[in-house]
Antibody, heavy 119, light 113 residues
Framework: EVQLLESGGGLVQPGGSLRLSCAAS????????MNWVRQAPGKGLEWVSA???????YYADSVKGRFTISRDTSQNSLFLQMNSLRAEDMAIYYCAKDGYNGYGTIDYWGQGTPVTVSS | DVVMTQSPLSLPVTLGQPASISCRSS???????????LNWFQQRPGQSPRRLIY???NRDSGVPDRFSGSGSGTEFTLKISRVEAEDVGVYYC??????????FGQGTKLEIK
């Protein structure tokens, strides 16, 4: 059974940093692209970043240069380092598994971890 | 980036009645392999999104057969044949053809009349 468990969310001041984690299990971690998708309060879904099975990284324009996606294949863990946080980054952040490896679909989602950016 | 446009954004439905949600893409979603990577997700209140449909019309395991997807090119539809109380939530279409990025529709909020 695929399981994705996010952690690391919390309250941070504008300009601050936060590191999100996602513990993955139930599938071969390095065979799939992994994504971060966020949802601002009362809003829709926005793709944020991805890391492919081979380790290539991709970012939405809105976070490029501020966020860094990485993974630890020995621990089947996904990370999102978020720097220079802004009010508009406040959202629930979901870890999401690709159905393939770099296109097509997302087939599993974690429960999400909330990030609040406020002074 | 491909823009996904859903309608309606709000959908009040009587229990037992059908419901239909439209999704349009700004470009054709036919991939080089011939498949069309259009997905539908359901997000119940307070829950994470859950995939219902992939590649336009393929239902995920455990999804009731009252849910169906159709369409081609740039026009797609999610239909619920008879709405039940557990169907309340927000429905999103998402394209996976022109990745990155994945892009989502604005969401359609289904409520019981």
């Amino acid at each position: 059974e695929v399981q994705l468990l996010e952690s690391g969310g919390g309250l941070v001041q504008p300009g601050g940093s936060l590191r999100l984690s996602c513990a993955a299990s139930g599938f071969t971690f390095t065979s799939y692209t992994m994504n971060w998708v966020r949802q601002a309060p009362g809003k829709g879904l926005e793709w944020v970043s991805a890391i492919s099975g081979s380790g290539a990284t991709y970012y939405a324009d809105s976070v490029k240069g501020r966020f860094t996606i990485s993974r630890d294949t020995s621990q089947n863990s996904l990370f999102l380092q978020m720097n220079s946080l802004r009010a508009e980054d406040m959202a629930i952040y979901y870890c999401a598994k690709d159905g393939y490896n770099g296109y097509g679909t997302i087939d599993y989602w974690g429960q999400g971890t909330p990030v609040t950016v406020s002074s | 980036d491909v823009v996904m446009t859903q309608s309606p954004l709000s959908l009040p439905v009587t229990l037992g009645q059908p419901a239909s949600i439209s999704c349009r893409s700004s470009q054709s979603l036919v991939y080089s392999d011939g498949y069309t990577y259009l997905n539908w997700f359901q997000q119940r209140p307070g829950q994470s999104p859950r995939r219902l449909i992939y590649k336009v019309s393929n239902r995920d395991s455990g999804v009731p057969d009252r849910f169906s997807g159709s369409g081609s090119g740039t026009e797609f539809t999610l239909k619920i044949s008879r709405v039940e109380a557990e169907d309340v939530g927000v429905y999103y279409c998402m394209q996976g053809t022109h990745w990155p990025p994945y892009t989502f529709g604005q969401g359609t909020k289904l409520e019981i009349k």
